[in-house]
T-cell receptor, first 113, second 112 residues
Framework: EAGVTQFPSHSVIEKGQTVTLRCDPI?????LYWYRRVMGKEIKFLLH????????ESGMPNNRFLAERTGGTYSTLKVQPAELEDSGVYFC???????????FGNGTRLTVT | RKEVEQDPGPFNVPEGATVAFNCTYS??????FFWYRQDCRKEPKLLMS???SGNEDGRFTAQLNRASQYISLLIRDSKLSDSATYLC?????????????FGTGTRLLVSP
């Protein structure tokens, strides 16, 4: 079984540019989560999809961040326009049921210069 | 105050040693608790869930004290491969869905 895959693994962009991160959850997992870790801080929740619906987006920092999961399969997280403080590692995770353990992807390391 | 507090370490121990990590959480309504392991530049991986009665998985023992809002992880007979960052994680979701809150992690270095 393929794990959670994220693309790209690294992205370096300039302040003001747009970046789109992609996450492919484990096949059949209805629950998809986005988390991020900024330098020196703990991993923090961003949002949770159940299929294509946003269950909880309380962790999204501001309206420069837009997450989508059209069709309930893969998800994208777009940052537009990127700011320096958006630098960090963005993790995606999925689970089959709401109470099942989360499986994390390898993360996308985003650097905004 | 952070919702989940951990000593960042690092803990430097020799092979074979026993080491204990502690963690406290502030949300008394938290429903479930976990220890995750994260290797350098890798994703977090679930090590074990933590139950009120305490639970053991090989060399690893986890304990939860709900009254004190305190979680612990004990590693016996440390191996070089145990070197990693150990993350204390609390599920603070209150609608039946998971919303994990992570501690900053405790770094463990096991030396020969």
């Amino acid at each position: 079984e393929a794990g959670v895959t994220q693309f790209p693994s690294h992205s370096v962009i300039e302040k003001g540019q747009t970046v789109t991160l992609r996450c492919d959850p484990i096949s059949g997992h209805d629950n998809l989560y986005w988390y991020r870790r900024v330098m020196g801080k703990e991993i923090k929740f961003l949002l949770h999809f159940v299929k294509e619906s946003k269950q909880d987006e309380s962790g999204m920092p501001n309206n420069r961040f837009l997450a989508e999961r059209t069709g309930g399969t893969y998800s994208t997280l777009k940052v537009q326009p990127a700011e320096l403080e958006d630098s960090g590692v963005y993790f995606c995770a999925s689970s089959s049921r709401t109470a099942s353990p989360l499986h994390f992807g390898n993360g996308t390391r985003l650097t905004v210069t | 105050r952070k919702e989940v507090e951990q000593d960042p370490g690092p803990f430097n121990v020799p092979e074979g040693a026993t080491v204990a990590f502690n963690c406290t959480y502030s949300n008394s309504a938290s429903q479930s608790f976990f220890w995750y392991r994260q290797d350098c530049r890798k994703e977090p991986k679930l090590l074990m869930s933590v139950y009120s009665s305490g639970n053991e998985d090989g060399r690893f023992t986890a304990q939860l004290n709900r009254a004190s809002q305190y979680i612990s992880l004990l590693i016996r007979d440390s191996k070089l491969s145990d070197s990693a960052t150990y993350l204390c994680v609390v599920n603070s979701g209150n609608t039946g869905f998971q919303k994990l809150v992570f501690g900053t992690g405790t770094r463990l270095l096991v030396s020969p």
